[in-house]
């Protein structure tokens, strides 16, 4: 367990480096020490008629460290404001926080938790990026691209 939570690190740091840029401190100011949070898999379907009032996101987060995490926001430089939502059978719930367990995995997924991104800065298109700032507790800021896809996607082992 313990010399597979060090090579685990050792991944995310390594990761981090080839990212970053050239600069001597990327490490240090892309990937916080203790940071063992990573995004994968983060899409926003095509808004029906390619309305940039409103966006759903998804993606998925992996804690693969030992400690526990709290993802507390999420902001776009592309969109007026985005908010975390929990889908119920008749409505949806925001979500002031969501909890990353340690070594667990957090799934945004259609149906389920979301994100809402609104008033989207450009029409959207299917292939372009917007980015994503992820808050979280201890890991602080995690910045992720997600992409537009048609309305009808799925994400790949869904
Ligand atoms: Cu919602």
Redesign the pocket.
């Known amino acids: 367990m313990r010399t597979a939570l060090l090579r685990g690190t050792a991944a995310v740091l390594l990761t981090a480096a080839a990212a970053g840029c050239s600069s001597a401190t990327a490490t240090t100011s892309s990937a916080p020490p203790g940071s063992r949070i990573s995004v994968s898999g983060a899409y926003i379907p095509l808004p029906a008629g390619g309305s940039t009032e409103m966006a ?1 996101g998804y993606l998925v987060l992996r804690n693969t460290g030992g400690q526990a995490d709290t993802l507390t926001g999420v902001s776009s430089p592309q969109a007026a404001s985005v ?1 975390m ?1 929990q ?1 119920t059978a008749t409505t ?1 719930q925001p979500l002031d926080a969501v909890p990353v367990p340690a070594h667990g995995t957090v799934t945004f997924a259609r149906g389920g938790r ?1 994100l ?1 991104l609104m008033g989207l800065a450009e029409t959207p298109k299917v292939g372009h990026q917007v980015q994503l700032r992820l808050e979280f507790k201890d890991a602080g800021t995690v910045t992720v691209s997600a992409t537009i896809e048609p309305l009808t996607y799925q994400p790949p082992g869904s």
């Open positions: 759903a908010t939502h889908s949806m979301h809402m």
